[in-house]
């Protein structure tokens, strides 16, 4: 029992010394642009790929359009839509957003990085923002990532998202994708986030778009560990401040969940086992606790209530940095959020070893050595 609380106590330690560096170092402290600097910032291409999103589009394109910043194109391309997608795209054209249609999908491409790399021949913008469309921004900001990304000097940014809609289901129980992304960040291995990221089209024009990454999983995550190589690569956890948030169904969260975990662990089954005996260690002061209703309370279950609420806390403080309000009641469900997600690592772990995932409606056919932590 000694070594399972040692265990216990490793993982927390782990976790709050990673968090409370994520904290530190993601975030932007006050704004850092201003109307007297808009003439000397580079012109921006807000790009985006949509497949199927009628749901969503007006929405994200009605923010993007409210943008003030001035030097601004915006794009969007419809990746073989069957739905009215195309359609919607096109009514807001008078607002000058133009469409694209995406070409076939060649064979060995992903999805995805297809329509990523036809955005990018796409743009004229010297930066290229591309964006979800569950993604929502304010009017400024835009503004506030280009001029932070020119005060740092870097070469590409992307921005942890917020959630607005927080009485919903779908955040309630939604998947742990970014506490990883925080857990997991170190350098070869960068955290990022693919719902609004931004990078200079000369790194791109230099790597000939997303060729070289065209099975790539995340090929965000390819571009960020590159970029952090010459540490030029910046990760941001969005503020009210930078206006960065999304809205996203469960299912979604559940499918980019079983399409994003396996690959996230480097795509090794051990790892990937690894991490599910972590996930199921901070499991056990649950169920510690859960069996004092049961038998005599003792000095187990008295410390199994300690490491819940020892981790419970931290899932707490993710949270608070995350949702806009009752974040802490949806800290009180890290014990369903945290048993849902070893079930969606054991499902992910075993559509890739059956090839069997897919994305949008498409097969995702990769290697080991395609995906993210691999590269």
């Keep these: 029992m000694f ?40 012109s921006v291409s807000v790009c985006i790929p949509a497949r199927n999103e009628t749901h969503a589009m007006t929405q994200c394109l009605e ?8 030097k601004l194109e915006i794009i969007v391309l419809d990746d073989s839509s069957g739905d009215n997608t195309s359609i919607l795209i096109k ?31 796409e743009a004229s913008g010297s930066l290229v923002l591309y964006m979800d469309v569950d993604t929502h921004i304010r009017p400024d900001t835009i503004e506030q990532l280009v001029a932070y990304m020119t005060n740092e000097k870097a070469d590409m940014i992307s921005v942890m998202p917020r959630r ?3 009485w919903r289901t779908s955040v309630f129980f939604g998947t742990l994708r970014y506490l990883w992304e925080l857990l997991l960040h170190r350098r070869s291995a960068p955290a990022v986030a693919s719902s609004a990221w931004m990078i200079r089209r000369s790194v791109l024009t230099g790597m000939n778009g997303f060729v070289s990454m065209k099975t790539h ?18 990760f941001l956890i969005s503020t009210p401040l930078i206006g960065v ?34 996930m199921l260690t901070l499991l056990l002061p649950s169920l510690m606790v859960l069996s004092g209703l049961f038998v005599e309370w003792t000095l187990t279950q008295t410390m199994g209530l300690w490491y819940l609420a020892v981790s419970t806390a931290l899932y707490a403080l993710f949270l608070e940095k995350l949702w ?16 849902q997600e070893c079930v969606l690592l054991v499902i992910s772990t075993i559509r890739y070893i059956r090839g069997t995932v897919t994305w949008k409606g498409r097969p995702v056919t990769v290697t080991r050595r395609q995906v993210r932590l691999s590269q």
């Design 91 to 121: 009514s807001f054209a008078h607002a000058g957003v133009r469409f694209v249609e995406g070409s076939a999908l060649p064979e060995d491409w992903l999805g995805k990085n297809h329509a990523l790399d036809g955005l990018y021949r």
């Design 324 to 339: 806009d309000k009752a974040w802490w009641l949806g800290a009180l469900l890290w014990p369903v959020v945290l048993a």
């Design 164 to 166: 607005h809609d927080v």
């Design 3 to 42: 070594v399972l609380y040692g265990l216990l106590t490793l993982i927390t330690v782990w976790m709050a010394v990673k968090l409370m560096y994520a904290f530190k170092h993601f975030r932007m402290k006050q704004l850092v642009s201003g109307s007297s600097m808009l003439k000397d910032l580079p």
């Design 63 to 70: 923010r993007v359009i409210a943008s003030t910043y001035p």
């Design 245 to 278: 948030s999304y809205e996203k169904k469960w299912q979604s969260q559940i499918d980019t969940s079983i399409r994003l975990l396996f690959p996230v662990l480097g795509g090794r089954v051990l790892r990937a086992f690894a991490a599910l005996l972590v």
């Design 217 to 234: 999983i995340q090929p965000e995550a390819t571009l960020a560990a590159r970029s952090m190589a010459t540490n030029a690569y910046r």
